[in-house]
Every structure is written in structure tokens, then in C-alpha cells.
């Protein structure tokens, strides 16, 4: 298996932009999990899916920010209009619930800066 | 815990020493836990996880000492090596809820 998969690696756009970042799971992986990672805050949760539906959406910063997995397969996270302090790198990471395991494998991440 | 902050802490070996990174919980509560390794442009990667019920797990080169009382966990990796420079991180878990609370960090840099 290739892992998950996260596009774009890079994104640079202007304050005000629409930006969507992009992930595929681990096939046959039935929860999904979108993080956000800066320097100031580490690693925080915006919002985990399990069999497609959002689960906890307590994490997404404001309504500026939304996703969506309209299939096993594929997840958005959406952000208009963007903020410079947007700007951070931004996690996908799925995992199979087997007997309580959480072991989570992350994509390679969407490094976003909003200039 | 989930303190954060500007600054990681630094651990600095001898490639071939031991290294013990710590971590400080603050959730009682919290049953599960991992340790993730984080290269540079790289997503974290898990590296060992322990349940509450446990006090000690190996795994190939490290291990997972967890110490309820006083709810610290800490990762131990044998005989470092240079690959195994990155930041090193601590979560929890707590109950049937799949949200995983990091912790800022550690940095281990090991000297050839």
C-alpha cells in the first residue's frame, strides 16, 4: 500500500483565496483524521471521520474551515477565505479500529502558507 | 501533556548511547498512549504504543515505561543511531474517543 496520500505537498496562495487540501487513505481504513501542525501549537486535531461521517468536529479553528469525505477513499479540507495565519503544515492521517488500536499513519502533509 | 510552546526540548546523544525521551501527562483519565517519530518534511510515524494496564512494552530497540502515579511516560531507544535523529512525540488517548492529544515534542539529535 502505498500510505496516505496528501496533495498538494506545497501551496502557496493570497490571503482571501479558496484553499482545498486533498487526502486518500489507507485503503480499508474506516476512520480519517485531519491535523493541523505549527510551531506555537504542535500537532492539534481539527476533525476525524469514521465510516465517512465527521465524528468531532470540535478542533476545526472557524467556519472558515470545512471537510468533507464523500467516500471511503478520498477526504477535503477546505479553507475560504484563507488567513496568513492559516499557514501551517496540515495532516491526514487514517486508521483501522482493531480491538481498540489507535495507531493512526499520517500522509506526508500539505505545507500551506497564505501570504 | 499538551503544553506548547516556542521552543522544543533538545536531547543531544552519542550515536550508539542510550537515549530516554519523557513525557508528562496531564489526563488520569487517559488509557492509551503512543510514541510518534517525526523526520523532517515527514508525517509522524508510529513507533510503540502501551495501554494503561501496562507498565513497561519492548519493542525492537525501544522502550515504553509508563508510570500512572505520577503520570509520566517516557521512550527509551537503545543503542541510538544517527537515523534515529527526529522529534519525538507523546499522545493519549481516552476511552472510546479517537482523539489523539499530543504533547509539544522532543528533539534528539545524535552526534556521529
Known amino acids: 500500500d502505498a500510505g496516505v496520500i496528501q496533495s498538494p505537498r506545497h501551496e502557496v496562495t493570497e490571503m482571501g483565496q479558496e484553499v482545498t487540501l486533498r487526502c486518500k487513505p489507507i485503503?480499508?481504513?474506516?476512520?480519517l483524521f485531519w491535523y493541523r501542525q505549527t510551531m506555537m501549537r504542535g500537532l492539534e486535531l481539527l476533525i476525524y471521520f469514521n465510516n465517512n461521517v465527521p465524528i468531532d468536529d470540535s478542533g476545526m479553528p472557524e467556519d472558515r474551515f470545512s471537510a468533507k469525505m464523500p467516500n471511503a477513499s478520498f477526504s477535503t479540507l477546505k479553507i475560504q477565505p484563507s488567513e496568513p495565519r492559516d499557514s501551517a503544515v496540515y495532516f491526514c492521517?487514517?486508521?483501522?479500529?482493531?480491538?481498540?488500536?489507535?495507531?493512526?499513519?499520517f500522509g506526508q502533509g500539505t505545507r500551506l502558507t497564505v501570504v | 501533556g499538551e503544553s506548547v510552546g516556542l521552543h522544543l526540548p533538545t536531547l543531544s546523544v552519542q550515536e550508539g548511547d542510550n537515549s530516554i525521551i519523557n513525557c508528562a501527562y496531564s489526563n488520569s483519565a487517559s488509557d492509551y498512549f503512543i510514541w510518534y517519530k517525526q523526520e523532517s518534511g515527514k508525517g509522524p510515524q508510529f513507533i510503540i504504543d502501551i495501554r494503561s494496564n501496562m507498565d513497561k512494552r519492548q519493542g525492537q530497540r525501544v522502550t515504553v515505561l509508563l508510570n500512572k502515579t505520577v503520570k509520566h511516560l517516557s521512550l527509551q531507544i537503545a543503542a541510538t543511531q544517527p537515523g534515529d535523529s527526529a522529534v519525538y512525540f507523546c499522545?493519549?488517548?481516552?476511552?472510546?474517543?479517537?482523539?489523539?492529544?499530543f504533547g509539544k515534542g522532543t528533539l534528539l539529535t545524535v552526534n556521529p
Open positions: 499522545a493519549e488517548k481516552r476511552g472510546s474517543n479517537y482523539k489523539l492529544t
Open positions: 492521517a487514517s486508521s483501522l479500529l482493531t480491538s481498540g488500536a489507535s495507531e493512526a499513519f
Open positions: 485503503s480499508g481504513h474506516d476512520y
